[in-house]
C-alpha cells in the first residue's frame, strides 16, 4: 500500500529577496515581452564590458611584461578557467538571482575598471625593487584574470534565472537567446576595444569609462526591472554600492592625467620630455636637454640611449658600407640615426627608409633633440621615407635594388619582431641584394643571449646567404634596443651588441678604408668584435620561420 505523502513545507524567503518570490514569476514594472528585450540588451552590454576586459588585461600585460603570446595565454586560460568555476559558484545564488546580479555586475565594474591602473601603478612603482616584487606584475594579472572570470562566469546562471522568471520557455530556446546577446555583445566589445576605446581614450580612461558603463547597466536592471523582487534593504545596499563604484571610477578617471605622469616618471625619471601613444606603440622621450642624454623608449624598452647609440649604429652601418653602396635600404630605424651613418659616406644616391610608426619619423624630424642627434638626416633629398611593415613591403620590391639592406629592427626576443626575424623575412631580403649586395642584421645580444643570437645567424645562413657574426664590446649599462622594460631589468641589461653581416659570398667585417672615420669604431674594436662573437657559437640551431619562431 502507498502511504499518502505530506506536504512539504513552503521555502522560506531568501532574506534579500521581496516576500512571495523567488519561484513564482517576476512582477515587472513593463510588459513580459519589454522585460524580456531589456534582459537580452543587458546581456548585450555586460558581454562587451566582459570582453573588454578580457581584451584590456591582454594588452596591458603584453605592453609591461612582454611575450604577448604568453601572455595571451596566462589571461585567456585563467580566465575561461575562473567562468567556469564562478558559473559553479552560482548555483548558490539562484534564489536570490536580482540581488546576485546586481552585487556580481558592481564588483565586476569595480575590478575590471580599476584593473589597468591597478598593473600599471605595481609595474611602474615596483618594478625596480626586486626580490619578492620582481614578479608583482605577472601575479597581479593572474589574480585580476581569476577574479574577472569568476564574476563573468557567475553572470549566465543568474541571467537565465531572471530570463526564465520573466516568461518559462524550454531550456533550450532560453540558452540559445542567451547565448546570441552574448556572442554579438562580445563582438561589439572586441571591435570597440581596439578601434574605439584604446586609440581615443587610452587602456586606463577606457577600461575606467567601460565599469562605469558595466555599472549602470547592471544597476539600473536589477533596480529598474525586478525591484520588486529585492527587499527594501537590498535595493538600498545595491543603489549605495553601485554609486560608490560609480564614484570611485569617476575619481580615477578625473586623476588619471596625473597618475599618468606619476607613473611614467617613475619608470623614465623625472627629466619625461614627451609621451605618446602611435597607432603602432607608446614613444617616451626623456632627456636631450641641458646637458642630459636623450633616452628613447618603445612600448616600455629602452630603444635608444644617448650615452652610447653611437657605438651601436656604427657598427651597425660601417661594415655593410664596404664596398658598393650607391642604393641604400634600412628596414626600420625611424629615428634616423642608422641614416646618419649612412649619409657620412661619399657615394650614396638614394636611401630608402621603410618604417612602420609614421610618428617616430614625425618626431625624428621635428624634435629639437632627436633632430639634432640624428643630424636632421630626413632633411636629406636623397632620403625617402615610406610607411608601411618591412615584411609586406619586401614582398612588393624590386628585385636586386640595392647595394646595402640594413636591418635596424627591434630585438628578435620581442615577440612581434619575430616575423622580421624568420627565414621568410631574409629570404625577401635576399632577393632585393643586388650582385655584390650585403645585409646586416642587428641580432640581440652576444653574450648574454647567444642562442638568440645564433638562431639569427642560422636563419640568415638559411635563407641562401653566407655570414660574418660580429658584436660590440663594453657597452654602457641600459643600451639600446634590448628587450628589457623594468628599472632593475635594465640594471642587469647585457653590455653587448651581436650583428650579422650577410651576402652571397663570404663577407668580412672590416671599414672601409676611404670610407668616413668612425667616432669610436675602430678595425681593431671590429676584428674584437668578430673573435668575441665566434667563441659563443651554438652549432646545429634550426632556422625560425613564420610558423615555427624559435626565439
Known sequence: MIEPHAPAPPRSPAPWSAPGGPDGPARLPVRPGTGRFLVLAGVF????????????????????????????????????????????????????????????????????????????????????????????????????????????????????????????????GAVADLFAADYVGALVGGLAFPFLLLPFLGQLTGALLTGAVNTVVGGALVLGLFRR?????????????????????????VLVDDFERAAREAMYGEDVRVALQTGVKEVVLAGGTDGRPLDIYFDGRLRVSGRDELRFHEALVHP????????????????????????????????????????????????????????????????????????????????????????????PGITASTKLYSQEFYGLARRVLAPGGRLVVHAGPVASGPRV????????????????????????????????????ERARAPRDWGFVLAARTDPRPRLDPDGPRPGVLTEA?????????????????PASTLVHPRY
Open 320 to 411: 655593410a658600407m664596404t664596398g658598393p653602396h650607391a642604393r641604400v635600404l634600412i628596414l626600420g630605424g625611424g629615428d634616423g640615426l642608422a641614416v646618419r651613418e649612412v649619409l657620412r659616406h661619399s657615394g650614396v644616391d638614394r636611401v630608402d627608409v621603410v618604417e612602420l610608426d609614421a610618428e617616430v619619423v614625425r618626431l625624428a624630424r621635428t624634435d629639437p633633440a632627436l633632430s639634432a642627434l640624428n643630424e636632421h638626416a630626413f632633411g636629406d633629398p636623397r632620403v625617402r621615407v615610406t610607411t608601411a611593415d618591412a615584411f609586406g613591403w619586401l614582398r612588393g620590391a624590386t628585385p636586386e635594388a640595392y647595394d646595402v639592406v640594413v636591418s635596424d629592427l627591434p630585438d
Open 45 to 172: 552590454v555586460c558581454a562587451a564590458c566582459g570582453l573588454v576586459y578580457e581584451l584590456e588585461l591582454v594588452a596591458l600585460a603584453s605592453y609591461l611584461m612582454g611575450d604577448s603570446v604568453t601572455q595571451a595565454s596566462v589571461v585567456l586560460s585563467v580566465m575561461v578557467f575562473a567562468m567556469g568555476i564562478g558559473s559553479l559558484a552560482a548555483k548558490r545564488l539562484r534564489r536570490l538571482a536580482a540581488a546576485g546580479f546586481g552585487a556580481v555586475e558592481a564588483t565586476l565594474a569595480l575590478v575590471g575598471g580599476c584593473s589597468a591602473m591597478a598593473l600599471y601603478a605595481v609595474f611602474a612603482w615596483t618594478g625596480d625593487w626586486g626580490g619578492m616584487w620582481a614578479d608583482g606584475s605577472r601575479c597581479l594579472l593572474v589574480a585580476f584574470s581569476l577574479a574577472i572570470g569568476l564574476l563573468i562566469g557567475a553572470e549566465v546562471p543568474l541571467l537565465m534565472e531572471l530570463i526564465q522568471r520573466i516568461r518559462r520557455q524550454d531550456a533550450g
Open 229 to 253: 523582487d529585492l527587499t527594501p534593504r537590498a535595493r538600498w545596499l545595491l543603489l549605495i554600492g553601485n554609486g560608490l563604484v560609480l564614484a570611485v571610477l569617476a575619481s580615477a578617471a
Open 525 to 541: 674594436s671590429l676584428a674584437a668584435g668578430e673573435r668575441a662573437a665566434r667563441r659563443t657559437r651554438i652549432a646545429g640551431l
Open 453 to 488: 643570437y645564433w638562431t639569427v645567424e642560422a636563419t640568415v645562413r638559411a635563407a641562401g646567404l653566407r655570414t660574418a657574426p660580429y658584436g660590440t664590446q663594453d657597452r654602457r649599462a641600459g643600451g639600446a634596443a634590448g628587450p628589457d622594460r623594468t628599472p632593475a
